[in-house]
């Protein structure tokens, strides 16, 4: 009998490739036990995923109210921080997902065959098969006597997270003239000194912000979302207390709201550790265990496929940033709702992750087939949601941003492109959560830099001709594109999807 929400019977598995996407779909939200294990890895990821975008919102409702050339300012900074970060952060939090919970999974493998003989086993399918998946009276992810789990991948995070941390705080602060002035703030703007200001304190937080995104990367290999979404908010809220102190008791402006963020990010980073240091023995791997050559690699493939994807963002900013004060503005608060309401799909993506790559180490391909199709369809019913609630709820909430009333009219005018595009965002983010739990980096790398070279030049054409519109209609081709690459390598059944061609 087949472990309901996992197993399918031989007759009932997918013929074809393109089945995958509408298998069971009437199930969707089904509370099964693949249901709820997605549910409990990516609801603690949404959160935590969404809390730092959202204490990004309340620092440019601050700053809003200092006014618009000070928000303007601050939105081309975060832009550019957020873009520089992602390219060091993306490829490494992926990896790290990917190759811990394989790791975890095989090492649970060995002990399971080790005391298959001396504990009793639990086969979760009920039929006692040789190749079903057991737990011992004992969690497996700790022996007896609770001793720390050896997971090489977890210090190679943490030696490859400092070293780029420090990196990017170098980078970000001895080039901040140059940066700023490439996205459109040049020596005679009077956005140039808070933007310089905001994004040189802010920078110094890189190496807190790299650290602590690998050792999340580490807890979501382990299916522990819950730990990162509790230093997260730990660290946000002391962000959102310190923000009017710093910003108006203090009389800092955008220094003080940077100063409240790096604060905050060395508060998560500090809870991650300790809490990952009780768990794993970080300092026993060896240099060979540690496989930093395989792990370069990887990253470096995701690095060029994060830079070429990410470089439309940046360039969708830098267009708004030449067009003025008030259409940056009015770019910084669409595009801060629109990445933060979207990143929601990223925890489907990260459960869809973890989940699959547990099953691809374990070469349980119906496992994997299932859930990708339950990932993707719940992506599609929250990206329609989403579309639904910030249609309405952004058309009414635009003032807490700024009371400007030429910024207010161009955000209603972006309205429609950030609501309408929920669905499509939401299945881009899910796919490459996909695609990442089949370590299938080589494919996302090369068809997402066609995909950015296609965006970049829509960009440019679309802002030149219609200003604002234009930037929006760009984003939305960039995100289409996105999906229809993920849809084309599932679909067909090509790389490690060839198992999806077989009855």
């Not at 190759?99 to 009920?126: K, M, W, Y």
């Not at 240091?277 to 300092?283: E, I, K, P, R, Y």
């Not at 609630?389 to 955000?411: E, N, P, Y």
Request: hydrophobic share 50%; glycine share 8%; with cysteine.
């Amino acid at each position: 009998m087949a472990e309901e929400g996992y197993k399918e019977s031989p007759a009932d598995s997918p013929r074809y490739p393109l089945h995958v996407f509408s298998k069971d779909f009437r199930s969707v939200l089904k509370l099964d036990e693949l249901g709820l294990e997605i549910a409990r890895i990516a609801l603690p990821a949404a959160l935590a995923l969404t809390a730092d975008p959202i204490a990004s919102l309340v620092d440019t409702a601050f700053i809003g109210q200092i006014g618009p050339v000070e928000l303007a300012a601050v939105g081309v900074s975060i832009a550019l921080f957020n873009q520089v970060s992602r390219i060091a952060i993306f490829p490494l939090v992926s990896i790290t997902t990917s190759f811990v919970a394989e790791e975890d999974a095989n090492s649970s493998h060995r002990e399971c065959l080790e005391t298959e003989e001396s504990q009793e086993l639990i086969p979760l399918n009920g039929s006692g098969a040789s190749d079903s998946r057991c737990v011992h009276m004992h969690s497996s992810s700790f022996s007896v006597t609770n001793k720390k789990r050896i997971i090489p991948s977890a210090s190679s995070a943490l030696i490859i997270g400092s070293i780029l941390g420090l990196l990017q705080a170098v980078f970000l602060i001895s080039a901040a003239k140059p940066l700023l002035s490439f996205m459109g703030i040049k020596h005679d703007s009077p956005m140039l000194r808070p933007a310089q200001q905001y994004l040189t304190l802010r920078s110094m937080g890189a190496p807190a912000v790299l650290l602590s995104l690998a050792m999340q990367g580490v807890f979501r290999g382990f299916r522990d979302t819950k730990t990162p979404l509790y230093a997260t908010v730990i660290g946000d809220l002391t962000n959102i207390i310190l923000d009017p102190i710093f910003i108006f008791g203090f009389r800092l402006g955008v220094s003080g709201a940077a100063t409240a963020h790096v604060i905050s990010q060395y508060v998560i980073s500090g809870i991650l550790l300790w809490r990952l240091t009780g768990q794993v023995d970080l300092l026993n791997p060896s240099t060979k265990h540690l496989e930093l050559g395989r792990f370069i690699k990887n990253c470096f493939l995701l690095l060029v496929r994060v830079m070429a994807v990410t470089f439309c963002v940046t360039l969708s900013a830098s267009l708004a940033a030449r067009d003025g004060p008030i259409p940056m503005a009015a770019f910084q608060v669409c595009l801060q709702v629109w990445l933060a309401t979207s990143l929601l799909a990223d925890g489907l993506a990260v459960a869809g992750q973890a989940i699959m790559a547990s099953a691809f180490a374990k070469k349980d391909h119906e496992r994997a087939a299932a859930t990708a199709s339950r990932v993707l369809q719940l992506g599609l019913v929250l990206g329609l949601v989403l579309a639904v609630v910030i249609g309405a709820g952004l058309h009414f909430g635009a003032r807490l941003f700024t009371k400007d009333d030429d910024v207010l009219r161009l955000v209603r005018t972006g309205l429609p492109f950030v609501a309408c595009t929920q669905p499509i965002n939401a299945l881009a983010f899910v796919f490459d959560g996909v695609n990442f739990g089949a370590s299938d980096f080589g494919y996302s790398a090369a068809s997402l830099v066609m995909v950015s070279v296609v965006s970049v030049s829509c960009l440019l054409l679309l802002s030149s001709a219609h200003g604002f519109v234009g930037l929006w209609l760009g984003l939305t081709i960039y995100m289409s594109l996105r999906v229809a690459v993920g849809f084309l390598r599932i679909g067909t059944g090509t790389g490690p999807w060839s198992f999806l061609w077989s009855p």
